[in-house]
């Protein structure tokens, strides 16, 4: 019998613990690397402490990639859903909820710690050893095996190595870029990285006042040949803007910015559109615009788009000129949201942008420029929008890159 072959994983992440579990499930002799004291922090601090596991339905086309979209649809393709759902209720014995009106999956006991407690729980059920408190620095391919250097000890020799270092975001749960400079410096190709799914702010803060204040919103961001559109929760905040709808569409206003543009967001602020408004503002008594605003919109937000059409919210609604109907309407229906910055990587739920996926055989993650080195998770160049996508990322290809380690790659 040959020796099981050895396989490193370095990041005990969502997708480093799942690939653990996946190498240690097939016979390999696995070693968890993590930086940090416990690993998987992002799952801790994910979905408000409830993590959001998962969809309850995926759609493909949300993802978001500068590399190939069919390769990105191979991955995902390679792990059904319905599989993933009965992997987190069969064999971490963990049931999930849907929560219906965001469609997302969450653990019935709504801990994220359960998760994160789990899943590491398994790895080492099935034989993965971890090892907390390794920050791994360099890594480099020598004699067919790979040498792992770490910050203040011996390197450490595997057969297979795995790199689930994560992107940049909220680099106090451990993940800095390490990972993606490590990569880059073996000649990967690195699309720009860049923080995604992030609160957007605007100084002067025309709506300060409205922190606080939610509803349910559509709104686009445009730039160039870039388009989002996201409906869902849309949050004031005493900065700008957050909320789930904010988020999907950051990162068509960050890169905007990188690029020294500055993408256009408008916001459909109820679900009426212009005919419905039409209807809605026709006179009727002694009504006023603030009255047939506040009917449909929180009451600060009613008298605050009024104020920006230049309409004073108690004309009554006969007094309405054509021209100030066009410009109510209008403001409703797709009025500007005035933006100047993002919160960035301290806030940001992803990192947008990472290893191309040209660089790695979607069906066993393994890097096509260096044999036995495997990528998943966020160090790839893809992100999904809220609602359990990144996660679902990151247990398709951690466990994608897991099985393929241990069973030896291309040979
Ligand atoms: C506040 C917040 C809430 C979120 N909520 C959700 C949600 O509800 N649903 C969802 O789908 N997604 C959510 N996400 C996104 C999700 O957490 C990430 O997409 C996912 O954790 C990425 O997994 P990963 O394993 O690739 O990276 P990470 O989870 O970032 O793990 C990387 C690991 O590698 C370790 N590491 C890094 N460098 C080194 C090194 N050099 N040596 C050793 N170890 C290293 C890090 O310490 C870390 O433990 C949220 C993110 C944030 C920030």
Redesign the pocket.
Known sequence: MPPPREVAV???????TMAAIFAAGAGARTLL????RD?????L???GGR???LPARLDERRFVTDSSVHTLRNILRAWPLAEQVTFFERELGLPLVEERETEKLFPASHRARDVRDGLLALARRRGAAFMPE????GLRPEGGRWVIERDGAAALLADAVVV????L??PT????G??LAILRGLGHAVHPTYPALTPLTASPAPFAALAGVSLPVTIVARNGERTARASGGFLFTHRGYSGPAVLDVSHVAVRSRMEHGAARLTVRWTSLDAAGWDAALRPEGTRTVGGALRRRLPDRLADALAAEAGVAPDRTLAQLRREERRRLIAMLCEGELPWTGDEGYRK???TGGGVSLAEIDPRTMESRRCPGLFL????LDA?GPIG???????WVT?RAAGVAAAAGGRD
């Open positions: 370095i990041g005990a992440g969502a997708a480093g690397l993590e930086r940090t690993g998987g922090r992002k799952i601090i994910s979905g993590c959001n596991i390794t920050t791994v620095t689930a270092t994560g992107g975001s909220v749960t451990g993940s800095d390490r990972g940001a739920e992803v998943c998770g966020e160090v992100f359990g996508y990144n996660f679902l990322w990151a951690g």
